[in-house]
T-cell receptor
């Protein structure tokens, strides 16, 4: 248990569906992240939120829409996804955001997404 | 872009030692991390190096040479539970963190 909880663990959706991934951290951290992990590929940073403000969008297509209502919760809203978006989506948090030096990441177990 | 290289797979015997190498080419350097990820689970932090040398934590040690753009993670007295993927990640001068593709270590009895 890392203190970062993601739901659902598994999700299968069609290309026309709309779904949301949820992440919650119980560590009192101020920064939260979405990463994409595809098989045999490096983790790809998607979004960074620092004190609820989006500080990074790593050229992610608009069919992925993040939301951070407070420092403990992070959502990733999905719509009109493509089969190539099938991957493990990992949420992470850190005490402080990028550039502060204290960026040890605590990851959730991820949502395994399959787009049909 | 940043380039982080590590072997795809390694196999070792229980009780043995395994060394996972990571080489990197990044724009500047502000620290190197190692994470462990068991199948179907969250990656968990193992070590952090920002200065040259060896950092030891129990059975795990991590080494860094900034001039060579090189690090290794050393796992000693291997146990079956050490079978996992090990991720090398490097932070550049803009504090952007880039990950390698991971090394899958299989420990055999």
């Amino acid at each position: 248990e890392t203190g970062v909880t993601q739901t659902p663990r598994h999700l299968v959706m069609g290309m026309t569906n709309k779904k949301s991934l949820k992440c919650e951290q119980h560590l009192g951290h101020n920064a939260m992240y979405w990463y994409k992990q595809s098989a045999k590929k490096p983790l790809e940073l998607m979004f960074v939120y620092n004190f609820k403000e989006q500080t990074e969008n790593n050229s992610v297509p608009s069919r992925f829409s993040p939301e951070c209502p407070n420092s403990s919760h992070l959502f990733l809203h999905l719509h009109t996804l493509q089969p190539e978006d099938s991957a493990l989506y990992l949420c992470a948090s850190s005490h402080a955001g990028p550039g502060t030096g204290d960026e040890k990441l605590f990851f959730g177990s991820g949502t395994q997404l399959s787009v049909l | 872009g940043q380039n982080i290289d590590q072997p795809t797979e390694m196999t070792a015997t229980e009780g043995a030692i395994v060394q996972i190498n990571c080489t990197y080419q990044t724009s500047g350097f502000n620290g190197l991390f190692w994470y462990q990820q068991h199948a179907g689970e969250a990656p968990t932090f193992l070590s952090y190096n920002v200065l040259d040398g060896l950092e030891e934590k129990g059975r795990f040690s991590s080494f860094l040479s900034r001039s060579k753009g090189y690090s290794y993670l050393l796992l000693k007295e291997l146990q079956m539970k050490d079978s996992a993927s090990y991720l090398c990640a490097v932070r550049d001068s803009d504090y952007k963190l880039s990950f390698g593709a991971g090394t899958t270590v299989t420990v055999r009895a």
